[in-house]
């Protein structure tokens, strides 16, 4: 499977931006899929997940109640909705799947990570 993450871009403090993850060579069925990001001169962090039946999602603390994972089955697409942007959330955000399709915790994956990974689209939030 290869994923192609877009949607990226300059925002305002306080701004909305939509993320996509399109898959090619495969279907998203049956994985858990998510997205991740990497501030400049950090470490890759988790950002959010979702199973592909949609059932499940689970976020980082530090966006919670800010962004919303979704998909779209029939477009075999991935979104990240990202309102109330700060610039601490300024990255290159990637996509991810993963081929074990129950959920895990974020903990897990920001140190294990997915075994898919797209490009990545960088996310500037200004002050």
């Known amino acids: 499977v290869q994923l192609q993450a877009s949607g990226g871009g300059l925002v305002q403090s306080g701004g909305s931006l939509t993320l996509s993850c399109t898959a090619s060579g495969g279907t998203f069925g049956g994985y858990a899929i998510g997205w991740f990001r990497q501030a400049p001169g950090k470490e890759r962090r988790f950002v959010a997940a979702?199973?592909?039946?949609?059932?499940?999602?689970n976020y980082a603390n530090s966006v919670k109640g800010r962004f919303a994972i979704s998909r779209d089955a029939a477009k075999n697409t991935l979104y990240l909705q990202m309102n109330s942007l700060k610039p601490e959330d300024t990255a290159i955000y990637y996509c991810a799947a993963d081929s074990q399709g129950i959920l895990k915790s974020a903990n897990y994956y920001t140190n294990a990570g997915m075994d898919f990974w797209g490009k990545g689209t960088l996310v500037t939030v200004s002050s």
């Open positions: 979702i199973t592909w039946s949609g059932g499940s999602t």
